[in-house]
């Protein structure tokens, strides 16, 4: 099936009663169509998002990837240049999950309007959303369940959710429909990127990182995303008085946690060591089957010092 932009940038595959709506995420209110389309140059969006460079059009992300001799382990063609020897550790494995036809036809129809593609220069958070409001970073929203959510039950705040992996994000764009919530925005990109290149210095109310992956073999814990360099990165972003909330069932995780955000000066803890889990973080279905069979959750919430020493000021003066 054929899905391109007209020559004036408006969407001209045939109207589906399933994709009658979308989210304008300019104009901050849902929509009907016709969308604009991301580019004039003829791929689906998702082609767009994922490969940037060859023309591509086609609905199907794994077919896309076989054809083009690629993987979304790979994500890019193979490169032996001397950069890609030197390619940072990620937090992630690209693997080739399939995406469903749900998945992509939500991801395909949102990711225009509610979609902030990753470019390398501040931006501001407030123009994104179209409003001022606290905004809430969240790294690696998985299925988006948690992310949609915390969205519907705080209207008044704006959620930055980012997440690299495609059938996830298709998810969270049809969670985000069906709710027809407008303060979702997704970035599909690495969240270390992000922060540093995106993201400008003192901007955010908060950071989730609920449940990152674990890592478990000791050899592969320098791939864990709460590592100093990165909680300092974090650190810089918030604004003061904001917070840092990660949790994990993950033990060796959890203090590992503990540990990384103690040592960060910006930073004091809100609670002794682990916090009780506050009620803006649902409990998951996953979670749930976890806490019954006996496994442990740990929250580890920490504040910008800066607020809590003038509160604690305030309360002497
Ligand atoms: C174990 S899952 C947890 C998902 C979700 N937070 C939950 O509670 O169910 C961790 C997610 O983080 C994502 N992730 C890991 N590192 C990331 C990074 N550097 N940038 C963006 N997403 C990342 C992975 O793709 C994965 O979906």
Request: glycine share 8%; aromatic share 8%; net charge neutral.
């Amino acid at each position: 099936m054929q899905s391109a932009c007209a020559p004036d940038g408006a969407w001209k595959r045939p109207i589906r009663s399933r994709d009658k709506i979308h989210f304008d995420g300019t104009h901050n209110q849902w929509r009907t169509p016709p969308i604009p389309c991301p580019a004039d140059d003829g791929r689906s969006y998702g082609a767009q998002v994922l490969f940037g460079g060859p023309v591509l059009a086609d609905h199907r992300l794994d077919r896309l990837l076989s054809e083009n001799g690629l993987s979304e382990e790979q994500g890019s063609p193979p490169d032996s240049s001397e950069g890609a020897r030197h390619r940072p550790i990620r937090s992630f494995v690209l693997r080739q999950g399939r995406v469903s036809n749900a998945q992509l036809r939500y991801y395909e129809g949102m990711m225009a309007g509610i979609g902030v593609p990753y470019v390398a220069a501040p931006h501001d958070l407030d123009t994104v959303f179209g409003r001022r409001a606290p905004k809430i970073l969240e790294i690696g929203f998985g299925m988006g369940e948690t992310t949609a959510l915390v969205a519907t039950a705080n209207p008044q705040n704006d959620y930055l959710g980012i997440e690299v992996h495609t059938p996830g994000v298709g998810s969270l764009c049809k969670l985000v429909a069906e709710s027809r919530l407008a303060n979702v925005r997704i970035v599909q990109h690495d969240a270390v990127d992000v922060l540093r290149e995106m993201i400008q210095p003192e901007t955010l109310s908060g950071v989730h990182i609920f449940f990152p992956d674990p890592w478990p073999k000791a050899r592969h814990h320098k791939r864990r995303l709460i590592q100093p360099p990165l909680v300092a990165l974090l650190a810089s972003r918030l604004q003061p008085g904001g917070y840092i909330h990660c949790a994990t069932d993950w033990e060796n995780y959890a203090e590992q946690m503990l540990a990384v955000l103690s040592a960060e000066p910006l930073l004091k803890n809100t609670a002794d060591a682990f916090s009780p889990r506050p009620d803006y973080r649902p409990l998951t279905k996953f979670e749930q089957r976890g806490l019954r069979l006996g496994h442990g959750v740990w929250d580890v919430i920490f504040r910008h010092r800066q607020a809590l020493l003038q509160a604690e000021d305030d309360r002497q003066d």
